[in-house]
Structure formats: structure tokens, C-alpha cells
């Protein structure tokens, strides 16, 4: 039987995917299933919405999040 804690956060991974880097195929971060994200080159005139850095091959990966409600 799961705890109330582990029973939560089960409810949480069902609705998650994995974001893969685009140089190496490693996971990068978790986002829900609904969510579009777009890789781009951080520089000066793009600037991302988050700025990740792969464990895997040490690449660092610009993410903007499409379906934003602004």
C-alpha cells in the first residue's frame, strides 16, 4: 500500500512527459503532457524562458514555452 505522499506524487507523473536534450537524447526536465516547448540557441537577442544545462553532455539548452496564457 503507498503512503498519502507517494499516492500524490504518482497522481503527478501520470500527467508528466520527459523533455530530452536535443544533443544527446538525456532527460533534461519533466513537463506535463499538454505542454509545447521550442529549443533555441541562447544570445543576445533571443532570450529563452528558461536556460538548462544537460548532466548528461554538459550542453547548455535555451527552452521557451509555447502555449503560454499572457
Same mark, same amino acid.
Given at each position: 500500500?503507498?503512503?498519502?505522499k507517494?499516492?500524490?506524487?504518482?497522481?503527478i507523473?501520470?500527467?508528466?512527459?520527459p523533455?530530452?536534450c536535443?544533443?544527446c537524447?538525456?532527460r533534461?526536465? =519533466?513537463?506535463r503532457i =499538454?505542454?509545447?516547448v521550442?529549443?533555441i540557441? !541562447?544570445?543576445?537577442g533571443?532570450? !529563452? =524562458?528558461?536556460?538548462?544545462?544537460c548532466?548528461?553532455c554538459?550542453?547548455?539548452?535555451?527552452v521557451?514555452?509555447l502555449?503560454?496564457?499572457d
Open positions: 500500500m503507498c503512503r498519502k507517494e499516492a500524490w506524487k504518482h497522481e507523473k501520470k500527467h508528466m512527459r523533455v530530452r536535443p544533443k537524447g538525456g533534461i526536465m =519533466d513537463a =499538454d505542454t509545447k521550442q529549443f540557441t !541562447p544570445s543576445m533571443r532570450c !529563452p =524562458d528558461f536556460i538548462l544545462k548532466g548528461r554538459g550542453a547548455e539548452i535555451g521557451e514555452k502555449n503560454r496564457k
